[in-house]
């Protein structure tokens, strides 16, 4: 069973701090990491995309991906009101070629950024 | 959300009859998804298309079908509604079968 597990919320921040989202996944096939944001009652929307070891740094966001110890993060500087949404995880395993993109998402965690 | 639209945005039907909808994209990519979201198990893919014609289930595919005649919609119908269809539902498409695009989704209560 494949699963994507977020660090549970909901995680509050000032302006201007750093968010931390984590998140870790069980299949060691996974070779494609996405994180989403997700306003309330909108559909999500991309942020990042990560394949490889190491950081990917765009614009305040930062994702760390650690295919070893089967974990990757999304970080937000400088965190600003308009940052609070729900973040999702997701991961695509792609196993053989032929997962068609299929995406595993986890449950989401929402970031409250406060003035 | 540009160049995928969904309809209709909004639903209320009642338990036992059919429903249906429907993805349409203009950006000619090869992939599409139906998602459905809800609280305390997030998004979850029902079935999904590789291809015209191509169609295969996902994670909760039961009581669900799809149909992709053209590289630009993608159907979704609800055999027979339930109460427990009652939920968001996302379109996505993706152009090489990685990064996955979403539309603005649909609404649907179930009576």
């Known amino acids: 069973q494949k699963e994507v597990e977020q660090n549970s919320g909901p995680l509050s921040v000032p302006e201007g701090a750093i968010a931390s989202l984590n998140c870790t996944y069980s299949?060691?096939?996974?070779?494609?990491f996405f994180w989403y944001r997700q306003y309330s009652g909108k559909s999500p929307e991309l942020i990042m995309s990560?394949?490889?070891?190491g950081d990917k740094e765009d614009g305040r966001f930062t994702a760390q991906l650690n295919k070893a110890s089967q974990y990757v993060s999304l970080l937000i500087r400088d965190s600003q009101p308009s940052d609070s949404a729900t973040y999702l995880c997701?991961?695509?395993?792609?196993?053989?070629?032929?997962?068609?993109?299929?995406?595993?998402f986890g449950q989401g965690t929402i970031l409250t950024v406060h003035p | 959300d540009a160049g995928i639209t969904q309809s209709p945005r909004h639903k209320v039907t009642e338990t036992g009859t059919p429903v249906t909808l429907r993805c349409h994209q203009t950006e000619n990519h090869r992939y599409m998804y139906w998602y459905r979201q809800d609280p305390g198990h997030g998004l979850r893919l029902i079935h999904y298309s590789y291809g015209v014609k191509d169609t295969d289930k996902g994670e909760v595919s039961d009581g669900y079908s799809v149909s992709r005649s053209k590289t630009e919609d993608f159907l979704l119908t609800l055999e027979s509604a339930t109460s427990s269809q009652t939920s968001v539902y996302f379109c996505?498409?993706?152009?090489?079968?990685?990064?996955?695009?979403f539309g603005p989704g649909t609404r649907l209560l179930v009576l």
């Open positions: 990560i394949y490889s070891n």
């Open positions: 997701a991961v695509n395993t792609n196993a053989g070629g032929t997962s068609y993109g299929k995406l595993t």
């Open positions: 299949d060691r096939g996974s070779q494609s």
């Open positions: 996505a498409i993706s152009e090489k079968g990685e990064t996955q695009y």
